[in-house]
């Protein structure tokens, strides 16, 4: 079977995509029913029995065009006189046999319903449905790629705009214009345009530039083809590249709706929902994010459409847009993030190794061969997405609920912040989605809070929708996140802060004003004085939230609550103190990992495996005050002493006298037994005056839950004590 290699079709754009899809179905219901189809790179490759010259003298002579009509727009050709529809129509050419019966169709149906141009839309609804019942077949297939009918309301395919309008470019008008001049028809020929015609003998001019991009002179006319060939639209912005005036080779367009067809919508209801859905094949939502100029544009949304390795048949890959169907987390993918979410998790039909997406795209103007209105839109190409399994990936099915939230809420109120946290997200999604990675996955996790703390910290964006905060995150993202950075520990020794009793809860309540009830989060009425983290100073925030739980925990009677989940190496905390640690992404590391439910985990978690440097040696005052603050009972050898703070120790520390707050603790741990070495307990005047800064970083490192082994080492146990 030879295998011609269609160098005129490639993925990109978008109808050079469908002019290979629009070649293999044309090829396999016309002439060769096992005529097979796959993508090598980015060009299309047919295999069927006709060779190159075989194929080109097919669709010169014998193709004959798949009737698309849309019959409810004004200039669709049905309400004039004159046009490609009156030439089909009047035409005798056994190609046109199938057009000529779907027109005629189409015209008893006009008559029955005494239409005329610019009824109402529920009567388009029944014109519509008529239309599909009287239609012959192949016909049907071309309507339902432009329309889908759900109760009262016609749902319209992305690639058709608004039934087969954008702006006054009518689509089907253009491809019955197109199909004349491909075939050599038409009142073209005595036009006084570029002739298309002669040339070889038995080929039409055009066809081999449209299959294999040879290059032909005098083929291409001062037409456009809208959307789907954007390079032919001469209007700014329009396509890739430098390009001047645009010309359309009326085969691709001919060959690109032949394609389109292959994406017919359907009509699908949910089990127990009385409410009817249109859905089209691998159509989604657009996203306000994942592209330059995201966000800032008009969309009809976009359509991810699948390359695919294996050999497959007309019919086969007809079945794949017909029910291969994009899925995230058991549903049906509906924006252009479930999609990206659906190819990590393979939530796509196998066989296909990548997607390309496409965008809608808005533009305003009047491009030539557009004729007129104020927006126009084109299908802008927007990346491509490989089919990479990404087990960690179905994590992010966890932040479904609180992403659908700020969705719906981001269409009703217009706030910037919101926005631009909603796009933040999605960004950081995609971007997952696309190239994977614990960076990436962290970010997604930082997006999320960032846009979390965008509502906490504007009461009144809370109020658009169930804008809840964000609740059972599970501890398995961790051990995804965790880099092994110094950074990273430290965040998860700093969120994993757990509860005491009826004291501080949680580090997530110092970030924003939440209760808990029922088991999930909920936006407390008024912001309760746990909440400290300002997000400005990370060092400050760090001891507002030391001083907070202190406080609290004083004024309950309970143990000081600064244990955690995760135990920081003291030599990640040496790390802090010596200036070695990035405070802005440990910042961002810690509103990240607050988001997680700690407890529900029974067991400790233990940070990703690293080379632990040689541990500096602490400053004793960091050594002697955290040894006061462990917040669990400090064992040495066999025995368990528990030292309780007071809070003229913060005091000492709020005036910025460090040493005098850590001779203080050095008192209390004598108290309790311990001999703490290198602090003078006799009130004798500093050796040195503190660094005022590594103050600040050592009153910081406090509220970092801590291993306590190494600390031990600074202490022993006065004989007496022992005896006792």
């Not at 038995?202 to 299959?211: E, N, W």
């Not at 050796?687 to 800064?693: A, K, L, S």
Request: proline fraction near 6%.
């Amino acid at each position: 079977m030879p295998e011609v290699r269609l160098s005129g079709c490639g993925p990109e754009p978008l109808g050079s995509y469908l002019k290979a899809l629009g070649v293999l179905k044309v090829v396999g219901t016309q002439r060769d029913p096992e005529a097979l189809g796959w993508w090598e790179g980015d060009q299309f490759v047919l295999a069927s029995i006709l060779s190159e010259d075989e194929l080109v003298r097919f669709f010169s002579q014998d193709y004959r065009p798949t009737p698309i009509l849309a019959p409810w727009n004004k200039d669709s050709g049905f309400y004039a006189s004159g046009t490609a529809i009156d030439e089909i129509e009047q035409s005798t050419d056994p190609r046109l046999e199938g057009f000529r019966t779907a027109i005629a169709e189409a015209r008893k149906v006009l008559v029955e319903f005494r239409r005329t141009k610019g009824r109402g839309r529920r009567e388009k609804t029944a014109f519509v449905a008529a239309l599909r019942s009287r239609l012959p077949d192949d016909c049907v297939d071309g309507l339902d790629a432009i329309v889908a009918l759900t109760g009262d309301d016609p749902s319209w395919a992305p690639l058709f705009v608004a039934g087969g309008v954008n702006g006054r470019f009518e689509f089907t008008r253009r491809y019955a214009e197109s199909v004349l001049a491909a075939l050599g028809m038409g009142r073209r020929r005595r036009s006084g345009r570029q002739s298309l015609h002669g040339g070889i003998p038995g080929q039409a001019p055009g066809i081999r530039m449209a299959l294999f991009g040879d290059p032909e002179q005098g083929v291409a006319d001062k037409d456009t083809g809208g959307l789907l060939t954007p390079g032919s639209v001469d209007a700014p912005n329009a396509s890739q590249g430098f390009v001047g005036q645009k010309r359309l080779n009326p085969w691709d367009y001919v060959l690109a709706l032949e394609g389109a067809v292959l994406l017919a919508g359907s009509v699908s209801r949910r089990w127990g929902s009385q409410t009817a859905r249109a859905s089209f094949p691998f159509a989604v939502e657009a996203s306000a994010a994942g592209y330059v100029g995201a966000g800032s544009e008009a969309s009809k949304g976009e359509v991810w459409l699948p390359l695919w390795g294996r050999p497959l048949t007309a019919r086969e890959v007809s079945q794949l847009f017909r029910e291969g169907r994009a899925e995230w987390a058991g549903r049906p993918a509906t924006t252009a993030v479930d999609m990206a979410r659906a190819i990590t998790s393979l939530g796509v039909d196998r066989g296909i190794r990548e997607f390309r997406r496409y965008g809608i795209q808005g533009r305003s103007g009047n491009p030539r061969g557009m004729r007129g209105g104020n927006t126009y839109y084109l299908a802008v190409a927007i990346g491509r997405w490989r089919v990479i399994h990404r087990p960690e990936g179905l994590r992010l099915a966890e932040l479904d609920e609180f992403l659908g939230a700020l969705r719906q809420a981001t269409r009703s109120d217009a706030s910037a912040a919101l926005s631009g946290a909603l796009r933040r997200l999605e960004a950081a999604i995609l971007d997952y989605a696309a190239f994977g990675g614990r960076g990436r996955l962290t970010e997604v996790l930082a997006a999320t809070a960032y846009a979390e703390l965008t509502l906490a910290r504007r009461p009144g964006l809370r109020t658009q929708g169930r804008l809840r905060p964000l609740s059972g995150l599970s501890p398995a993202w961790v051990p995804d996140v965790d880099d092994g950075s110094v950074e990273f520990e430290l965040a998860a020794a700093i969120a994993s802060l757990r509860s005491a009793g009826e004291g501080p809860g949680p580090f997530r309540r110092h970030l924003e004003p939440l209760d808990r009830r029922r088991d999930r989060w909920e936006w407390a009425e008024e912001t309760p004085r746990e909440v400290v983290w300002s997000g400005r100073d990370v060092l400050r925030d760090m001891a507002a939230v030391l001083e907070r739980r202190l406080v609290d925990a004083t004024r309950v009677g309970v143990a000081p609550p600064l244990d955690g989940w995760v135990r920081a190496h003291p030599s990640s905390v040496a790390a802090l103190l010596d200036g070695e640690v990035d405070l802005d992404r440990l910042a961002r590391l810690c509103e990240a990992l607050a988001l997680v439910e700690w407890d529900q985990s029974a067991t400790n978690f233990a940070p990703r495996n690293r080379e632990l440097p040689v541990a500096p040696p602490l400053p004793s005052s960091y050594a002697v005050l955290k040894l006061a603050l462990l917040g669990r009972p400090l064992r040495v050898g066999e025995l368990s002493v528990e030292v309780r703070p007071d809070q003229t120790t913060l005091g000492l520390f709020r005036a910025g006298d460090v040493w005098g707050a850590t001779v203080r603790a050095a008192r209390r741990l004598r108290a309790a037994g311990l001999t703490v070495g290198g602090i003078p307990l006799g009130g004798e005047a500093t050796p040195v005056r503190p660094d005022p800064d590594l103050g600040r970083r050592i009153l910081a490192a406090l509220l970092i839950p801590v291993q306590g082994g190494p600390l031990i080492s600074q202490v022993q146990m006065r004989e007496e004590k022992k005896r006792e």
